[in-house]
């Protein structure tokens, strides 16, 4: 069977460069623990894995860049690796991951949900807000009530409520 | 031994136990069902809510989802031709035509009866094997465990990829992430970079809600306005005559899915092409040609798929080391409730073993009763809008990653390996085999030293250990084979072999 030539993705061959020359920096690190003092020390481990990786990332660099170079440029690299949606939802991501502690579990997600699925739903911003309003209630009793994991209070007296619902429960046994 | 008894049961007789058994399996089927959700990403979400609750209510949740969530894609695999799970790639193959000819409700109900006799088979084998493999691994020199662990990570890296260059690329990044922190043996310092959170290490679960549930979710986003495909869907409960015919076959094929499973390193989607291929060889006149809609290779993916579960617990209750992915993550949970799985683990601790059986047993009747009903409920869940279902795993994501120590810092992490792992996963990078060196790191680093120690630093006298002990050969066997199999040059010289067809 005769090699095909693949057209590889866009952006691959940095990606694997990247990771190569991540991977030598490691080595480097790794080197710095203590050095090349002996097979047991705290560095040795470390050092034989950022050789392997290393090379198997030089082999990944040379069998992309042998690949045929793909056609379209940003266009392409848009479309395949970095979509409109990826791009909006990463910054909705970090910014939900910011707001978690000022603002609170409650308000952030919230906030976070109904952005999202109006971003996802194309506008359509009742029906985005319903279905936020259905999840945060949903996701509150599960993992707040019930599971009584603790969540960032933020802005809302949050701790009181439930608090307040567990004694309403306990008192309508 | 009464003792043991009293542990094999208290799943069933516990009413919070029983309850999060049945909404474990319960959430499993679904979230195997849908095509973008997997067992991985509920479990590494879900594993953090569940730190502060105490072992066994945080393993009954756990082993239903897994149990739950491999039967769950053969739904989807059968009704819309997307494997839900890598493990039904095999149940397509004969499911999906099935469907076509209107009988996706029979096929749909073998599954599930095929599936819980896979399970229960699997479960006998790791009640049976377990304190015998244990027992065996107290013989385990240190480099054993050293070549184990290079034996799984090989075998994730190696089967299910596009090359074995980036699958041991994957291994490698995995184990060293692991060594982040202070040496525990010198309290030496690595990959610090001075910074005193960075001394504990990074919290793998964060990373592992990151590497499943974030750059999972991201690449989802790719076809989000995909429409759904309606099937019509029939009576599901089999006829006895039906299961009874594919006996022999179903215990043969779940043999094979609990020893696959049993392997470190494979779990159900090797199991269930592995058992499909034997179904196959061994079924002389089928009533339909394989491929075509022949039962009986439903029979063998879906007993072998979850046969490997139970199988996947064996390497990990008694050697510490994961059979698959989703075992790499249950040992990290075990890991925070202070548990060390190994050979010690079923004699210091043979609770957990004996309340892991009985629960996987626990969790695999419930398989068998929501399998079976609920069908007309489950449609409608699955057809749940997509425009909810992202943002809600992104925000669970976050707020489990949060739970983890209350910091913000492992919400840093998880979302840049989510962002990582995005990328790693559109070059045709694994995200398995990262995982399983997260968790194998500390095991491999350790028992290196203490193997190089012991022969004084010397690689010949190590190397001279490795080949003189039938043991340790064997397992350097299989990693060699595994490194051979997979280079190119083999590969050609293979298909010369095989000669022009």
């Known amino acids: 069977m005769p090699n095909e ?35 047991s020390s705290a560095g ?69 949900l109904v952005v999202s699925t109006w971003f996802l739903e194309a506008g359509r911003f009742r029906r985005a807000v319903l279905l936020s309003t259905i999840s945060i209630v949903g996701v509150y009793v599960v993992f707040r009530l019930i599971f009584q994991v603790v969540l960032p209070e933020g802005l809302i007296p949050e701790r009181g409520l439930a608090s307040a619902i567990g004694n309403l429960l306990r008192g309508g046994n | 031994m009464p003792e043991a008894l009293s542990y094999l049961f208290s799943s ?16 499993g089927i679904y979230v195997g069902a849908i095509p973008g959700l997997s067992v991985t990403m509920a479990v590494s979400i879900l594993i953090s809510f569940t730190f502060s609750w105490d072992v066994n209510t945080a393993l009954a949740l756990m082993n239903g989802i897994y ?28 499911g999906y035509p099935l469907a076509k000819k209107g009988e996706a409700g029979s096929a749909i109900g073998l599954s599930t009866v095929m599936s819980v006799l896979g399970g229960f088979v699997g479960i006998a084998v790791l009640a049976v094997a377990a304190p015998t493999v244990s027992e065996f691994a107290i013989l385990f ?37 692991g060594t982040v922190g202070l040496d525990p043996m010198t309290a030496e310092q690595r990959f610090t970079f001075g910074s005193v959170q960075l001394m504990s290490g990074i919290a793998p679960i964060a990373l592992m809600i990151g590497l499943f549930g974030v750059s999972e979710a991201l690449l989802q986003l790719h076809n989000i306005h995909a429409e759904a495909i309606k099937q019509k869907v029939g009576r599901i409960v089999p006829s006895l005559a039906d299961v009874r015919k594919y006996l022999s076959l179903s215990l043969q094929t779940s043999g094979i899915g609990a020893l696959i499973g049993a392997l470190p390193g494979t779990g159900g989607d090797i199991a269930a092409l592995i ?20 039962k009986e290779g439903i029979v063998g993916a879906e007993t072998a798929n979850n046969a490997a579960v139970a199988g996947a617990y064996i390497p990990m209750l008694t050697l510490g080391i994961p059979g698959d992915a989703v075992t790499a993550i249950i040992i990290g949970a075990l890991f925070i409730h202070g548990l060390n799985p190994g050979p010690l683990l079923m004699i210091e601790k043979p609770d957990i073993f004996w309340f892991t059986v009985g629960n996987l047993v626990l969790a695999n009747v419930f398989l068998l009763i929501f399998g079976l009903t609920g069908i ?42 989510g962002v990582f792992g995005y ?79």
């Open chain 2, 141 to 177: 020199q240190p480099r054993d465990y050293m070549l184990l662990a290079i034996m799984g990570i090989l075998l994730v890296g190696s089967l299910s990829g596009e090359s074995l260059a980036k699958g041991v690329f994957a291994g490698a990044l995995g184990l060293l992430l």
């Open chain 2, 67 to 94: 149990m739950g969530g491999v039967y769950g894609g053969s739904r989807m695999a059968i009704l819309l031709n997307i494997p839900g799970t890598p493990a039904a790639i095999a149940t397509a193959l004969d």
């Open chain 2, 376 to 417: 007309k409920i489950f449609t409608r869940i699955v057809e749940c809008p997509k425009s909810i279902l992202f943002p809600l795993i992104l925000l669970l994501s976050v707020v489990g990653a949060f739970s983890i120590n209350n910091a913000i810092t492992d919400v840093w992490w998880m979302l840049g390996f």
């Open chain 2, 275 to 294: 058992a499909y291929d034997h179904a196959k060889r061994v079924t002389k006149n089928p009533e339909v040609p394989f491929g075509e809609g022949a």
């Open chain 1, 5 to 39: 030539v693949q057209t590889r993705r866009p952006g691959e061959v940095t990606f694997n460069a990247v990771l190569l020359a991540f991977s030598l920096f490691m080595f480097w690190q790794a080197y710095l623990i203590v050095g090349f003092s002996s097979l």
């Open chain 2, 423 to 501: 990328l790693l996963k559109l070059y045709g990078y694994q995200i398995g085999p990262i995982v399983l060196g997260i968790i194998l790191s500390r095991l491999m680093d350790g028992n290196w030293r203490r193997a190089i120690i012991s022969e004084q630093d010397s690689i010949p006298a190590f190397l001279m250990g490795i080949v003189t002990s039938p043991l340790s050969l064997a397992f350097l066997l299989v990693i060699l084979f595994a490194l051979v199999s997979q280079m190119p040059w083999w590969k050609a010289l293979r298909n010369r072999g095989a000669g022009p067809a």
């Open chain 1, 44 to 112: 040795a481990f470390p050092m034989a894995m950022t050789a392997i990786m290393s090379v198997t990332a030089a082999i990944a660099l040379l069998r992309s860049a042998r690949r045929r170079s793909p056609q379209g440029g940003v266009t392409l690299f848009r479309k395949e690796v970095l979509p409109p949606a990826v791009v909006v939802f990463s910054a909705f991501i970090l910014g939900y991951s910011l707001l978690l502690q000022p603002l609170g579990f409650l308000l952030a997600s919230f906030l976070f």
């Open chain 2, 12 to 27: 069933w007789l516990r009413p919070d136990l029983l309850a999060l058994t049945a909404i474990g399996t319960f959430t």
